[in-house]
């Protein structure tokens, strides 16, 4: 059985009532636990709580994080 972890969020919303949050999660097996990136697009419900559509994961590995973030940036031009 997997336990999942959220050790640090954040949410960047935009439009009317939709966010992607980007967390740090940490995924906790009897073999061990491995943390990772996590990337979810959502939109919060009205009763308020957030509903989420979609969403994938990087490794906590620097260099891959810098790629993406560089990718993004260049994208952004």
Do not use: C, H, W
């Not at 943390?35 to 906590?60: Q, T």
């Amino acid at each position: 059985m997997v336990e999942f972890q959220t050790i640090e969020s954040k949410d960047v919303k935009f439009g009317t009532n939709n966010f992607v949050e980007i967390s740090r999660k940490k995924a906790v097996t009897e073999e061990g636990e491995n943390v990772f990136i996590s990337i979810s697009r959502g939109f919060f419900a009205p009763d308020g709580g957030k509903r989420y559509r979609k969403n994938f994961s990087l490794p906590d590995n620097g260099d891959v994080i810098q790629a993406v973030l560089e990718a993004l940036s260049e994208l952004k031009k």
